[in-house]
């Protein structure tokens, strides 16, 4: 039987509609890997915005590849520092970056709203990547589907809302992000509101996306977390199908609280590994910097090591540029890392290209 385009449910949702107590504990696990991950942030050896630009970018890679993108973090770093041509695949990553960065920056100056979906939405297919045709930056004009490769609309799994539709739906959601006017806790809400805008899909392209850069951009505004580095794409790309299918029973069996308790549990599932990244990264920090002030005797040591754990993947050019040091002094300190095989570079003679692996295979 072909499916009909969508009607949602307006927000806030009935009491009734979700059932707290089915994922109470999951709510609870939630929170308190939370609370564990921002208390460990905010006493780390390494200053959290160091490894913000490699998270950032890794989650880049990870909700690129839930759209099908096939792209390492190794060629996005690379494309980064400029050493390596950017592919469609590569750009589309890049693109995502450069959404997420200036989605965190506009929210200095306007709230979460349809003007920051547009912004980021643009962002996003520029460059000609896939999708690029497909009005960046414009809510949707005509009737989209959802389903396997190749589907079509007779065939589709899920058809969101008419077109005309559609603003009425994202100015309600815009409202309940901004002043919800239920009682329910913020990770609870967070689902609800990254469901709604898969379910109302306002763009012809990248709502996936878009919706997934929404998570962190929601719970940094709340002030939930201090820092707007914690994505869940890398858990939704290993549950993928999980993920689609739960999103697709609270609409066609209005099963709000089966999505609610696996989102939660992608929370804690994710905080927990973002808890033994820092704990890795932290001692990593304080051994390497140790180890890098017995190869090099001076105390700009400090800033080369800083600069390496925000960019594993660099050039001696980019190092000069963000230590202040002029470039000759920073390619006779990298010929010394190397030569003790701290770091390795592609052993090219011009624009030669370092490799922190040590840091890289953590990320990975």
Not at 187 to 204: C, D, K, S, Y
Not at 260 to 274: P, V
Not at 299 to 314: C, D, E, G, K, T
Request: proline residues 5%; aromatic residues 10%; contains cysteine.
């Amino acid at each position: 039987m072909r499916l009909k385009p969508f009607v949602p449910f307006m927000l806030p949702l009935k009491e009734e509609i979700v059932n707290q107590m089915e994922f109470l504990n999951e709510l609870i696990e939630a929170n308190k890997s939370m609370v564990e991950y921002q208390t460990m942030l905010k006493n780390s050896k390494l200053n959290p915005q160091f490894l913000l630009r490699p998270v950032m970018l890794k989650e880049a890679v990870q909700s690129t590849k839930i759209e099908g993108t096939h792209v390492t973090l190794d060629e996005v770093m690379e494309a980064d520092a400029q050493t390596k041509k950017a592919n469609k695949d590569i750009q589309e990553a890049l693109n995502y970056y450069e959404a997420l960065m200036k989605g965190m920056d506009a929210l200095k100056n306007i709230p979460i709203s349809t003007r920051l979906f547009k912004l980021m939405h643009k962002i996003l297919l520029s460059n000609d990547v896939r999708g690029s045709s497909r009005a960046p930056g414009e809510f949707r004009k005509i009737q989209n589907f959802l389903g396997p490769e190749g589907c079509t609309m007779e065939t589709a799994t899920y058809i969101p809302p008419e077109p005309q539709y559609v603003d009425e739906y994202m100015s309600n959601l815009e409202k309940y992000i901004n002043d919800p006017q239920d009682r329910y806790n913020e990770l609870i809400r967070v689902a609800i509101i990254h469901a709604q805008f898969e379910t109302i899909h306002p763009f012809l392209d990248g709502n996936g996306r878009i919706g997934r850069i929404l998570i962190p951009l929601y719970l940094y505004n709340k002030g939930v977390i201090d820092y707007p580095n914690f994505f869940i794409s890398d858990v939704l790309e290993r549950d993928k199908h999980k993920y689609y299918r739960y999103l697709n029973d609270t609409r066609y069996k209005g099963d709000w609280t089966q999505w609610i308790k696996f989102f939660l549990e992608c929370i804690h599932i994710q905080a927990k590994k973002n808890i033994r990244l820092i704990e890795e990264v932290n001692e990593l920090y304080e051994n390497e910097l140790a180890r890098a002030s017995t190869i090099i005797n001076s105390s700009n040591v400090l800033h080369i090591v800083n600069v390496m754990f925000q960019r594993p993947i660099f050039t001696a050019k980019t190092l000069s540029s963000l230590t202040g040091l002029p470039e000759g002094t920073v390619r006779r300190y990298l010929n010394r890392l190397e030569e003790e095989r701290m770091i390795f570079s592609d052993g090219k003679i011009r624009s030669k290209t370092y490799y922190y692996y040590n840091l890289l295979d953590k990320l990975r």
